[in-house]
């Protein structure tokens, strides 16, 4: 059950697993997520899923060792097992209801913080597949910390690297970046953004500048995934929804993000934004 | 001479101790002491008990048995109709109905029926004893959507007739509110819930864990792909109730779904467990049911100071008398004719009070229960690290949305009749999933009855 068929190192922190899943990848849709647990003590945590492919009966996660439950995550080995994968969970994005004709006009950028890259992949695969325009954005925090380059350069139009120290591509936030196209022209019609809390906050704020329609993917605390705990209650437009049920995926200019980071850190176990110092918002 | 007996008492842990430690409250009868409490039964003609239980359980019949000593033949009456006696035995709300109906009640105690159903069960198996008498296969397949009370028993009499059958849960481990929502110190997970489903899985019902029904697969594929004849859902109740008012998305204010998943699910209240659980040093729990009480004895346990808030008095309060009565034992304050009215916190954003209002009982409402109204200008504010939401839960839209042509009631559950059979030909619902947040005893229940309505549908079916 749930064996890791390929584990590949991407960073000395991130690691991709493949595993298999047969029922759940042929569900699968972008946007979506998925729950494991390492072994038979293990805690309950949110994933989201970076690929799937249903022939196969796999689907492909990242995981990023920071927290006790991630690196255990992290350990297990290829030829291994998780104990449990729970899924597809959440709704799919909204624009895979598009019909292709009306894909094909649509101008996409994508903008991926970190581990944030990974649910980026299946979407801007599968926009770009249907004829899209889709651009990608990816932030880190150095070279070493980039993830999924290649593969996301084979599904996308444009493939813009920043790096807050300038050792890969672009120098500087994915905020300034986007805000550049953006003034050059780029012309998006529709903007996704999925990281860290704070990232997705500040590209919100860079988005409306030029009145550019976002979505973006909340990672929020979970137990269950499924609706019954509520520990990942949102404020949408003013009204409570469940990310795990009704997202994870929001019109960002309706978030109450403030909010949303400070229930994130209720136990401190933040998992993915832990050991990566964004500089995002501080330094201006 | 029987009505000279009194009722026998039960042993239970000693409210003080108990109060620290996570091991069951009531400790059972003894053989003897069964004995004594079933000659208390007067065998009446027309059994009021067995009527009034929602599986209609042969009580005076087993009762007869445990007092005469032959306990394997009681519990093998118990099991024609029950499929849980040791969780129901604990569980169930005795007070309202088999024992609430017993004559013995009119001028004293009623007979301990729920404690001898549960030595019945405890004794067949500490003693090994095993009904697992069931029809050959019969070549057609059901799927189970569910393994909660109504799941199981709606599984359990289904292989009984030869059927084929599928539990699908969504959760890793099986037993739905068994498992993630009643506490260990009211219903022992390894000992009680495991062993009855272990019972279920020696009668041939196969449980698949993580499917998340309406996502991983639909009812759909179900029939399609998967080449079920019928499909009974017995999903639960979905999401958390909250009240709606200011500060309810403070850090520190949970549903006690997420607080009980924390610690019955996860174990969060072992130490070493990887799953965090806050307790912080006072603890609210607004709401009054059996939940409540579950939350507030959970977080007692844990080390704090608890106060139950409702807004009504004692006499209204849903939960069970034993739990009410377990909790006052054990140091649970009571804030009764108490209705929050706003969650107030500090700069960082985590709880510091709860602000509430004195409430006065009005007029009956449609339900019969006196309705509270605020008394002008009472509000005051109650001190607290923690609030938890017990108020209920709302159906899970997730398998109506995802099943085309299954009805859905105004409130989001699922539309079904008596027997289960709703909208959709061949899937049948029943428990919390269609009547909203009720009991275990009523989920079997309705999960019996779909279980012979599908199989009338099966037999009649080309």
Known sequence: MYRIVRKETLTPIITLMEVEAPRLACAAQPGQFLIVRADEEGERIPLTICDYNREKGTVTIVTQAVGASSKEICALEEGGSFADVAGPLGQPSEFISLPDEELKTMSFVFIAGGLGTAPVYPQAKYFHERGAKVD???????????ILEEEMAKVCDNLHICTDDGSKGYKGLVTAKLEELMAAGAGYT??????????????????????????????????????????????????????????????????????????????????????????????? | MAARIPRVPVREQDPEIRAKNFKEVCLGYSDEEALLEAKRCLNCKKPACMTACPVSVKIPFFIAQVAAG???EAAKIIAIDSSLPAICGR?????????????????????????????????????????????????????????????LACASDLAKLGYGVTIFEVLHKPGGVLTYGIPEFRLPKDTVVAAEIENVKALGVKIETNVVVGRTITIDDMFDKEGFDAVFIGSGAGLPKFMDIPGEN????????????????????????????????????????????????????????????YRRTEKELPARAEEVHHAKEEGIQFRLLTNPVEIVGNEKGWVTGIKCEQMELGEPDASGRRSPVAVPDSHFTIDTDVVIMALGTSPNPLIAQTTPGLERNRK??????????????????????????????????????AAAAIDEYLKNKK
């Not at chain 1, 990608?136 to 980039?146: E, R, T, Y």
């Not at chain 2, 095993?130 to 959507?145: D, I, Q, S, T, Y």
Request: hydrophobic share 45%; glycine share 12%.
């Open chain 2, 70 to 72: 032959n306990f394997a």
């Open chain 2, 412 to 449: 989001g559950g699922i539309v079904a009749n008596e027997d289960g059979v709703t909208s959709r030909e061949g899937v049948f619902a029943g428990g919390d999933a269609v009547t909203g947040a009720a009991t275990v005893i009523l989920a079997m229940g309705a999960g019996k009855r």
């Open chain 2, 250 to 309: 403070l850090n520190g204010v949970v549903s006690a779904n997420e607080f009980l998943t924390r610690s019955n699910l996860m174990k969060a209240y072992k130490e070493g467990s990887r799953t965090p659980i806050y307790v912080g040093n006072k603890v609210c729990v607004v709401g009054g049911g059996n939940v409540a009480m579950d939350a507030a004895r959970t977080a007692l346990r844990l080390g704090a100071e608890v106060t139950v808030v």
């Open chain 1, 190 to 284: 529709q903007a996704v953004a999925i990281g860290p809390m704070i990232m997705m906050k500040f590209v919100t704020m860079s988005a409306k500048k030029f009145n550019l329609p976002l979505v973006v993917s909340l990672n929020t605390l979970m137990v269950d995934g499924t609706g019954m705990c509520g520990a990942c209650r949102v404020t949408v437009a003013g009204k409570v929804r469940f990310a795990c049920v009704e997202g994870p995926e929001f019109n960002a200019y309706d978030v109450d993000f403030d909010e949303a980071m400070r229930r994130q850190a209720m136990y401190r176990t933040i998992e993915v934004e832990a050991d990566h110092k964004c500089k995002i918002g501080r330094g201006k």
């Open chain 1, 136 to 146: 990608v954005i990816i932030g880190a925090k150095n070279a070493d910390m980039l």
């Open chain 2, 91 to 151: 569980v169930c709300p005795q007070e309202c109905q088999c024992e609430g109906s017993c004559v013995m009640g009119v001028k004293g105690e009623p007979v301990a029926i729920g404690k001898l159903e549960r030595f019945v069960a405890d004794w067949s198996r500490e003693n090994n004893v095993k009904f697992l008498e069931k029809k050959p296969f019969n070549g057609k397949k059901v799927a189970v959507v569910g393994s909660g009370p109504g799941g």
